[in-house]
């Protein structure tokens, strides 16, 4: 398995403006990704931060909305821009680990914009 | 894309009783079988997972059965206790990396 911490965990923001959100692994992968999961819902996959590369982009969502980093193979950043009470949701980071496709997923952020 | 029907939606048992939750999947392709226990304000964990070249895998009282004809996969919980109560998610996936969540299972254990 893998350990992984999200910064910040919660956070309260102000329509118009951005939060960056942090996700650490605890060891080299591959494969990360970003998840959103709005209030009472299931998770929606927002992007596969590529090391290296632009990151890919699910039907739905662009980069001007939701920058993503991966300077390196422990290390991604999301953030999201110009924020409106709509974007009020859970943002999780996962990675995938041995044997293949199992995914771990981070304790999530929590973001309220008012 | 693949489409995940999940049931039930909620599901509320008394402890020491099964619970069984089933996902249909409708991409023939589908390769990857997980299960994912969601518990209030953490992340999803990964409970069991099964592959495609077997039929059924348990963990304790956690058991996954796959049905690859019918193109449905079921978790199946034993002795539930109050712990178990949590939101269950499947996520089946096929060649690429995706996987597809359910809508989830909110399960309550009654003591």
């Known amino acids: 398995s893998a350990v992984i911490s999200q910064k910040p965990s919660r956070d309260i923001c102000q329509r118009g403006t951005s939060l960056t959100i942090q996700c650490q692994v605890d060891?080299?992968?591959?494969?990360m990704f970003w998840y959103r999961q709005q209030p009472g819902q299931s998770l929606t996959l927002i992007a596969t931060a590529n090391q290296g590369s632009e990151a890919t982009y699910e039907s739905g969502f662009v980069i001007d909305k939701f920058p993503i980093s991966r300077p390196n193979l422990t290390f991604s950043t999301l953030t999201v821009s110009n924020m409106s009470p709509e974007d009020s949701s859970i943002y999780l980071c996962?990675?995938?680990?041995?044997?293949?496709?199992?995914?771990?997923f981070g304790p999530g952020t929590r973001l309220l914009v008012l | 894309g693949e489409n995940v029907e999940q049931h039930p939606s909620t599901l509320s048992v008394q402890e020491g009783d099964s619970a069984v939750i089933k996902c249909t999947y409708s991409d023939s392709a589908s390769n990857y079988f997980p299960w994912y226990k969601q518990e209030l304000g953490k992340g999803p964990q990964l409970i069991i997972d099964i592959r495609s070249n077997v039929g059924e895998k348990k963990d304790q009282r956690i058991a996954v059965t796959l049905n690859k004809t019918a193109k449905h996969f079921s978790l199946h919980i034993t002795e539930t206790q109050p712990e178990d109560s949590a939101v269950y998610f499947c996520a089946p996936s096929s060649n690429d990396y995706k996987l597809s969540f359910g809508a989830g299972t909110t399960v309550t254990v009654r003591a």
């Open positions: 060891s080299q992968v591959t494969m």
């Open positions: 996962s990675v995938e680990a041995p044997p293949g496709k199992t995914q771990y």
